[in-house]
T-cell receptor, first 113, second 113 residues
Framework: ELKVEQNPLFLSMQEGKNYTIYCNYSTTSDRLYWYRQDPGKSLESLFVLLSNGAVKQEGRLMASLDTKARLSTLHITAAVHDLSATYFCAVTAGGTSYGKLTFGQGTILTVHP | NAGVTQTPKFQVLKTGQSMTLQCAQDMNHEYMSWYRQDPGMGLRLIHYSVGAGITDQGEVPNGYNVSRSTTEDFPLRLLSAAPSQTSVYFC????????????FGSGTQLSVL
């Protein structure tokens, strides 16, 4: 059974600081996703990581994937208030399991002035 | 381009009632899925489909029924609503392909009294 764990579950940051959210998964996966969710809203896709060593960056967010360690990280650089949201990672079991995602519990990020 | 459209946005049911949550996508995506979101548990897969006429169970299928008669539509039926089905429900779709991300609908907030 594929399990996904995020760490930490709650993150309170000051503006301008850096931090990293970790996503561990239990079995081989060929695809890892990061999503953002604002309160009361739907999920917005941030990154899709497909291979070992993949790194993607957009703005103050950078995601990486280590398939050997079954670990993905979402690094936040110089946080701003607008980044406050819940962040989810999710993986698929591979093969033809498109659209069949297993999600982590989510990390609630709050950025303070 | 509407993307993934879910209706209704809010619904209150009494225990034992049945209802159908509608989901439609206009992107000609092969893959569609239903998730429920509960506090502290991330999103969990209920059912998914890889094409018209093909469906499969996810992690939490009990009490829910689906069918996929067309590529565009993937309704979720609650056969006899229970308080444990109080949740936020999201429909998602994706195209076939390793890098294809899931597009989510806006969600349905369901309360079962």
């Amino acid at each position: 059974e594929l399990k996904v764990e995020q760490n930490p579950l709650f993150l309170s940051m000051q503006e301008g600081k850096n931090y990293t959210i970790y996503c561990n998964y239990s079995t081989t996966s060929d695809r890892l996703y990061w999503y953002r969710q604002d309160p009361g809203k739907s999920l917005e896709s941030l990154f899709v990581l497909l291979s070992n060593g993949a790194v993607k960056q957009e703005g103050r967010l950078m995601a990486s994937l280590d398939t050997k360690a079954r670990l993905s990280t979402l690094h936040i650089t110089a946080a701003v208030h607008d980044l406050s949201a819940t962040y989810f990672c999710a993986v698929t079991a591979g093969g033809t399991s498109y659209g069949k995602l297993t999600f982590g519990q989510g990390t609630i990020l709050t950025v303070h002035p | 381009n509407a993307g993934v459209t879910q209706t209704p946005k809010f619904q209150v049911l009494k225990t034992g009632q049945s209802m159908t949550l509608q989901c439609a996508q206009d992107m000609n995506h092969e893959y569609m899925s239903w998730y429920r979101q509960d506090p502290g548990m991330g999103l969990r897969l209920i059912h998914y489909s890889v094409g018209a006429g093909i469906t499969d169970q996810g992690e939490v299928p009990n009490g829910y029924n689906v069918s996929r008669s067309t590529t565009e539509d993937f309704p979720l039926r609650l056969l006899s609503a229970a308080p444990s089905q109080t949740s936020v429900y999201f429909c998602a779709s994706s195209a076939q392909g390793a890098g294809e991300k899931l597009f989510f609908g806006s969600g349905t907030q369901l309360s079962v009294l």
